[in-house]
């Protein structure tokens, strides 16, 4: 069955890192596209960062461009996302999201993993 799941969330001090990954299984890896979402108490889930099915293009919301990095392993069947230069504001739980490049509206989604930024 299909299965993303996301684990390095936790706590960390504002200006630290940590890198998530989400670990697929299920489906063909590499013919979807990858996204980091991040949804904050009170407030609607948002992009972060996306990555296509090749790896050859990335995308970015301006809150975070230059601070997160997206990555995919197609060989390992996993995306990541370093996140550096943590502020308060990160604090969310972040999802991944898989999308096929080639079926419209074939779509997964992780369980989700929290990270907070406080000292």
């Known amino acids: 069955q299909v299965q993303l799941v996301e684990s390095g969330g936790g706590l960390v001090q504002p200006g630290g890192s940590l890198r998530l990954s989400c670990a697929a299984s299920?489906?063909?890896?590499?013919?979807?596209?990858m996204t980091w979402y991040r949804q904050a108490p009170g407030k609607e889930r948002e992009l972060v960062a996306g990555?296509?099915?090749?790896?050859?293009?990335?995308n970015y919301a301006d809150s975070v461009k230059g601070r997160f990095t997206i990555s995919r392993d197609n060989a390992k069947n996993t995306v990541y996302l370093q996140m550096n230069s943590l502020k308060s504001e990160d604090t969310a739980v972040y999802y991944c999201?898989?999308?096929?490049?080639?079926?419209?509206?074939?779509?997964?989604w992780g369980q989700g993993t929290q990270v907070t930024v406080s000292s």
């Open positions: 999201n898989a999308q096929s490049a080639y079926i419209l509206h074939r779509t997964y």
């Open positions: 299920g489906f063909t890896f590499r013919s979807y596209a």
């Open positions: 990555i296509t099915h090749t790896g050859d293009t990335t």
